[in-house]
């Protein structure tokens, strides 16, 4: 007997599910009885490993770019979508929330800007200096992550994502219970 349409769906997305990344597949939730462009929707960023660990310290910003497939990845110019967020306030998790977002394939490329001179600071070996951290939690090899390795779907009404900062090669931990 051949497996039917849905079994075969159902095998195909436990495949996929065992390649995934680290950080949890994003989730999609309603927005209660608020009447929902279905073209747009709210991207919800909740972003670990808030904090200067080397001096305890908890300040500066977070510097998030949101890049679709029509921008060039990790380019300062045409960034469909900028926040700069302090992170006075919070210690360890902080979310980032974008309304109006379209609907669509999406990456997040973040880092923590210690020093506030919107600058990514970098060591002698070009790795990151400054905490950062991409959707999907994406690491590259010899190099920043792919836009497909970052990307991720946003759906309407609203999408959450995870993204853990990173020290150089080594990610910050996560938080047993993030808001």
Same mark, same amino acid.
């Given at each position: ?78 960034? =469909?979508?900028? $926040?700069?967020?302090?992170? /006075?306030?919070?210690?360890? #998790? @902080?979310?980032?929330?974008? !309304?109006?977002? &379209? ?53 309407? =009404?609203?999408? $959450?994502?995870?993204?853990? /900062?990173?020290?150089?090669? #080594? @990610?910050?931990?996560?938080? !047993?219970?993030? &808001?």
């Amino acid at each position: 007997m051949r497996p039917s349409g849905p079994v075969i769906s159902t095998l195909v997305l436990a495949a996929l599910t065992g390649c995934a990344h680290r950080a949890p597949a994003p989730t999609f939730t309603e927005r209660g009885d608020q009447p929902v462009d279905p073209s747009l929707a709210r991207l919800v960023v909740t972003i670990y490993g808030i904090g200067d660990d080397s001096r305890g310290e908890v300040g500066g910003r977070i510097n998030l770019g949101l890049f679709d497939a029509s921008t060039e990845w990790l380019t300062a110019e045409d960034i =469909p979508i900028v $926040r700069v967020v302090p992170t /006075l306030g919070h210690v360890d #998790v @902080m979310s980032i929330e974008i !309304d109006d977002v &379209p609907v669509g394939i999406w990456a997040v490329s973040l880092y923590h800007d210690l020093n506030q001179d919107n600058q990514l600071q970098r060591g002698l070996l070009g790795l990151p200096a400054e905490p950062w951290g991409m959707s999907n939690n994406a690491i590259g090899v010899m190099g920043p992550a792919t836009f497909e390795e970052a990307s991720f779907e946003v759906r309407s =009404p609203e999408t $959450r994502i995870e993204i853990g /900062l990173w020290d150089g090669l #080594v @990610m910050r931990d996560r938080p !047993d219970k993030l &808001p």
